[in-house]
């Protein structure tokens, strides 16, 4: 049976190391990302007037069918209400 260790340049990788990084990408494999922004309101249209259509650079998202934002993506400032 073969070694789950190896190299990567010039490190070895322990057994230990390679099952912590597959663990930590089954868990964040379905995560959504955190807003990476100040957000001035929690309701659907505001994200969806920039990230609809990719407005000052915003990520166009792939699920615009979806009635909230804030369940899945984390905010990282409270909005100004």
Known sequence: M???AGYAGDRMISRRSIVMAL??????AGCAPAVS???ESTSVESCRS???TGASAAPVVSHADRETCLN???S???PER
């Open 2 to 4: 073969g070694s789950l």
């Open 50 to 52: 920039c990230h609809q």
């Open 76 to 78: 990282k400032s409270e």
């Open 23 to 28: 663990a930590l990408a089954v868990v964040c």
């Open 37 to 39: 922004h100040q957000i």
């Open 72 to 74: 899945c993506h984390d």
